[in-house]
């Protein structure tokens, strides 16, 4: 939830939602770093330890999107389709929720056989990730293109994404 006064917003769950990605972008630090010091990072796990902090990343700023909408009066389906528009014509709120639902439910999904039969999510992802293997790794990197490997570096497209649902909440 956030409150605006005049044109500016106090978004406490903004901060939090912060704090908890400049960890996550330190644990990713240190992981890349490993990684680039090993001759095997896969076998060594380290893609797959990247791949967990960036999921955990996804679903804090789709608890933060969720947690925005409180009061709003706004659904989520049309929620997340506002806000800025990825290069692939998706909206970054939709990406944003179809990565966290693909790190919440990869596993189960892959283990029924169900990856990409009657799953809104795969398409979602496989259209911005270029590769089968470390989906979330992918999007990150398609989300971030031009500023740098973090998940920070989705924050200013939240704030967009919660302007533009502060805009659809108020009357015109």
Known sequence: MFL??????????????????????????DVHNKISDSTDPDSEGLLDKGEYFIGVGFVAMQQYMIETLLFTGIDKGKAYSLGPVHSSNMPYASLINAAANWWKHEAEWWNAGEIAENNRTYPKISLVADSNEYQL???????????????MGVVPFLIEWRKSVDEARSPR
């Open 137 to 151: 790794s992918n999007v990150l990197a398609s989300i971030c293109s031009s500023s740098g490997f973090s998940l």
């Open 4 to 29: 605006k006064f005049g044109d500016q917003y106090s978004d406490g769950e903004l901060g939090r939602l912060c704090e908890l990605l400049e960890l996550l972008d330190l644990k990713l630090s």
